[in-house]
């Protein structure tokens, strides 16, 4: 009975920190938020020393606090299986692999990226973050876009650093990886560096396709002029300029308030 009783308080209290809206929850979340983030830190930093024992027991703590969140959240979820076979579950159990095997080493490591953005876009951190931080309530359309693409460049990079960097000597480290990828997507080209042989040559293929269609139109919402999201009373539009006193696709009035927001 007691232990049924001490179960039944741990779930509740996971179920809290994942779910809930305490202090407690923010904190804990914010905490998950700031590992996230020094975990893609330590990946990129350690891209530049070779291998050693010291870097391997921290490989291995990572992966064991991952381990232990991912099972913490799948039992807080009132949908583990969905939660499990969802592609960032899928994800999260190769991001533990890459770090616990030791046969893996670095490899799959780049997906953690995939969970700072699952956590910055989750409903409850989201809503929180705005309420909290005004810069981030002014900014949050910049910031999320901002945050895709930096998202989608850090796959991209870690695609080419994990394919090129045991056999291509001009990709020694995550920067000449992310020099390429950059000049790649953007078309520019330099051709310094280059990935050989045929693998190459179709990564580069299809960086160059991304580039010329996805990664042109993330910089253009990353660096589009901001806007006001309120839904016209009229037709329902939901976005306008910010300085707009009438609707422009019916002509409805507008009315702006202090915040900053139409209503």
Do not use: W
């Not at 007691?2 to 923010?26: C, I, K, N, V």
């Not at 027991?57 to 039992?75: C, K, M, N, P, Q």
């Not at 995939?114 to 949050?140: C, E, G, H, K």
């Not at 359309?141 to 695609?159: E, G, H, K, Q, R």
């Amino acid at each position: 009975m007691r232990r049924q009783r001490r179960s039944a308080s741990f779930a509740t209290l996971l179920h809290d920190l994942y779910e809930g809206e305490s202090r407690r929850a923010t904190r804990f979340r914010y905490a998950l938020l700031l590992f996230d983030v020094a975990t893609l830190v330590f990946l990129i930093a350690t891209s530049f020393f070779p291998g050693n024992p010291i870097l391997e027991v921290v490989d291995a703590t990572i992966g064991l606090i991952i381990l232990t969140e991912f099972v913490a959240r799948l039992a807080a979820s009132r949908h583990r299986l969905h939660d499990l076979l969802h592609p960032l579950g899928l994800a999260d159990l190769a991001v533990i692999l890459s770090f616990l095997a030791p046969v893996s080493g670095h490899e799959f490591g780049f997906l953690r990226a995939l969970r700072v953005l699952r956590l910055f876009r989750s409903y409850r951190t989201a809503s929180r973050m705005r309420r909290d931080f005004p810069l981030i309530r002014r900014n949050y359309d910049t910031i999320t876009a901002a945050i895709n693409l930096f998202v989608f460049l850090f796959l991209a990079t870690s695609v080419v650093y994990e394919t090129q960097h045991s056999h291509n000597l001009a990709i020694a480290n995550y920067l000449d990886a992310l020099y390429f990828t950059v000049t790649t997507l953007t078309t520019t080209g330099f051709g310094d560096i280059t990935l050989p042989g045929t693998s190459g040559r179709l990564l580069s293929i299809v960086m160059m396709l991304v580039g010329v269609s996805l990664f042109v139109r993330m910089l253009q919402v990353l660096l589009r002029p901001q806007r006001l999201r309120q839904r016209c009373s009229s037709c329902g539009l939901a976005e306008h300029e910010t300085d707009a006193v009438h609707c422009k696709r019916c002509g409805a009035l507008l009315i702006i308030n202090a915040t900053g927001s139409a209503r």
